[in-house]
């Protein structure tokens, strides 16, 4: 009998080693074809682009290309495992992009950019990633570890004109809001009112910390917390991590707990008890990520008394799954041909994912949830006019509905803010449209 490993490294290697290959979108069966294709005729494309270097999105497929960059530094829950070992990740990354947004992406892992003690070195990263705009409508860095990734994706989004994403950072942060929202909504309570503990002061933890504070809950309502206990300004882990220590008279994670609303983990399986869930206030929100062991198991929490519970995983209601924002975020900056991903975008991202949650669902794309998620549909997960509660403060990754509504809601935002180069005159139109290329794939 197959084992699950067997079964995974058969996926990566049979018939043929990796997930990924390069198809051509023109036909190459005639003498005509092959000297289009190539040359003479290539020469004329080119010389368009000279002259006009716009038109490179006219006659080349960089508006649809994404390039997935990462230095193996902070892969999965796996650590620092080297560039060439992240690689089926990217190859993994790649395939969302195709199957959930029809977004052509190229996955390039990175060697040489590190330091004498082998950590990434971002200057050299920098110099690399930037040198790759021409080939590429937007750059979806991955699994670069922090401090480095705190330097490197600001960096490059000053010094490049197209898209750059951090996903590790901002895709958690983009999932976890929404669904934060959602658990507000459906608990009655108010973002501004609520105290919040984040347990885990990496890129996933610090940015989804500082991205609540953008989208409206009050910085001296959170407390972080990294594995020597609560950031203050006498303990603290990076100067990034500084922004948000607090002042409060806590020293432990279980300290912290104490009457907050919300607990975030960004950290290590087993580190919070059912009694600092009993600790907290009435109602508590609960989301444990730590893969593949969550900081309580969901049982647990559910058991000493979380209202609404969610993890990165798929076994669990609510997986909080960066594959619900980053296709829709880069096929929306693609299609109006963003400058940059802003935070503006990213909080419009999240807001488009409580919309589709909280919509009823019509009743084609029920059926097609119901085939996709049988369990669920069993249990009334999907049901009602306004179907959110507490086991569906997200929608589910196969939801046909989720790319097209997030793009529409990027897009929108991208334009308004000035950073598109390509205008809508219709998003009704323009997400119908998003509908329509999606559908077989």
Known sequence: ???????????????KPGKLEIISSKPCKTQDDLAKAYTPGVAEPCLEIKNCPEKVYDYTGKGNTIAVVSDGTAVLGLGNIGPEAGLPVM??????????????????????VFNAEGNTDANKLIQVVECLEPSFGGINL?????????????????????????????????????ALLNAATFLGKKLSDLKIVVNGAG?????????????????????LCDKTGVVTKDNYPSERALQLATTRPVKTLADALRGADMFLGCSVRNCVTQEMIRSMA????????????????????????????????????????????????FRGALDVRAKDITDSMCIAAAKALTEITQAEIPADILAELTKAYPKDAANGVFAGKKPLKATYVLPKPFDPRVVPHVARCVAEVAIREGIAQKEIKDFDAYEKSVIERLKNH
Do not use: W
């Open 1 to 15: 009998m197959k084992t699950q490993r067997s079964a995974n490294l058969i996926y990566h290697s049979e018939p």
């Open 91 to 112: 190859e993994g990354k790649s395939v969302l992009l195709k199957r959930f947004a029809d977004i052509d992406s190229v996955p390039i892992c990175l060697s040489k």
């Open 142 to 178: 991955e699994d670069i570890a922090s401090p480095a990734c705190f330097i490197v994706e600001p960096e490059l989004k000053r010094r490049m004109n197209i898209p750059v994403f951090h996903d590790d950072q901002h895709g958690t942060a983009i999932i976890s809001l929404a």
């Open 203 to 223: 890129a996933a933890g610090l940015s989804c910390a500082l991205f609540y504070v953008k989208a409206g809950v009050r910085k001296e309502n959170v407390i």
């Open 282 to 329: 009435p109602n508590p929100i609960v989301f444990a990520m730590a893969n593949p062991v969550p900081e309580i198991s969901p049982e647990d929490a559910l058991e000493a008394g979380a209202a609404v519970l969610g993890t990165g995983r798929t076994d669990y209601p609510n997986q909080i799954n960066n594959v619900l924002g980053f296709p829709g975020i």
